[in-house]
């Protein structure tokens, strides 16, 4: 039996979703996996909630957060105004499971907190894109050198395995080129705009009723999530370096349905396809509003359901489409990424 000692960062909506699968399934998980995930510390804005050795009473805790308490006020175990850096230093743990909310400025807090627990030879789990679209490089040079891995699949699509299918399952291929509907907004839009002949703006305020839209959903529906991902998807997997400025991009915004109806009359499906195309060898990124055949594997995505198409030289295309868009499906994969710490070890 291993035991993993976690420490979180961020206890916001997939944090907390989080703690309780691994409270849910820390027993099925002991047996299945022979791996004992002790959750050693917990970081939020007001502070911080640390055992000094073994693992929290995570039951306990969770009912004191539902209740309403704060992490930092939790009696004999808070801390209050302890920082994330204070708490990653303060004391043994294995696995940072970083969620605080997503930078794209200049990626903190989540870089600072990466950074510090990697320079203790920690693995790093995330749901967290900021540090990793601004600062890829240089963040896995200093994993490299501090004995660190990078699991990011929960910042990547979720709860749909992007990388673990382009890591894994495609081993022994050259991919040759990689397309994807990663992101579930603009895809719940087009596709009502599609079969309903809804406006984009009916569409867009029915999504945000819904919940799948923010109530500002530029990041969505400008193309920018899609092109985070696919970025990071082609720096894992593609041995690339790129910024979020390598991407053209181009949003669902101007879409209209004399759009969705000529692509229609062409016996084809408009999507927002975020690509790399690998011609002579060089990598290129896209994201824009395209119309793909009605037989391509992602024609038939539709609503908030996301989906990835890798091609390759042996293998032929292979597609993997799903995965729940929501916090517990980040959340899920945030668990399988720890899990993976403990089967790919070396």
Do not use: W
């Not at 704060?70 to 004999?76: C, M």
């Not at 894109?129 to 050198?145: I, N």
């Not at 397309?179 to 603009?186: A, D, P, S, V, Y």
């Amino acid at each position: 039996m291993k035991t993993k000692r976690i420490i979180l960062c961020g206890a916001g909506n997939v944090g907390i979703s989080f703690l309780k699968l691994v409270a849910e399934r820390a027993e099925a998980i002991r047996i299945k996996h022979s791996l004992n995930i002790e959750v050693g510390g917990i970081v939020d804005i007001g502070g911080a909630v640390i055992a000094k050795e073994g693992a929290l009473p995570l039951d306990d805790l969770l009912a004191f957060i539902q209740q309403g308490g704060r992490p930092e006020s939790f009696p004999v175990y808070g801390q209050k105004g302890l920082t994330g850096i204070e708490a990653i230093n303060s004391n043994h743990f294995d696995i940072l499971i970083e969620t605080t909310p997503t930078n794209l400025k200049n990626g903190e807090p989540g870089n600072s907190f990466i950074t510090a627990a990697i320079e203790k030879g920690m693995d790093i789990v995330s749901a967290n894109k900021g540090p990793f679209v601004l600062f890829y490089d240089q963040l896995h040079k200093l994993a490299a050198a501090n004995n660190s891995r990078l699991f990011i699949s929960a910042a990547v699509g979720a709860a749909l395995p992007t990388l673990d299918v382009g890591k894994f399952s495609t081993v022994g291929a050259s991919i040759t080129g990689i397309e994807g509907i990663l992101n579930g907004t603009t895809n719940f839009i087009l596709t009502k705009m599609y079969l309903e002949k809804s406006s984009y703006s009916d569409a867009l305020k029915e999504a945000q009723t819904m919940g799948i839209a923010e109530t500002d959903p530029t990041l969505d529906v400008a193309g920018y999530d899609s092109r985070n991902k696919i970025v990071l998807i082609a720096n894992t997997l593609l041995n690339t370096n790129f910024g979020i400025n390598d991407v053209p991009v181009k949003g669902i915004t101007d879409v209209t349905y004399d759009d969705i109806d000529r692509a229609v009359k062409q016996g084809k499906v408009l999507k927002l396809i975020a690509a790399a195309q690998i011609e002579d060898g060089k990598v290129s990124l896209s994201v824009s509003p395209k119309a793909i055949d009605q037989n391509h594997p992602l024609a038939a995505i539709n609503f908030s359901e996301k989906g990835i198409t890798y091609t390759t030289d042996t293998m032929g295309q292979i597609t993997v489409l799903g995965g729940k868009s929501s916090p517990l499906g980040a959340a899920a994969a945030l668990l399988k990424d720890v899990i993976h710490t403990h089967m790919f070890s070396s």
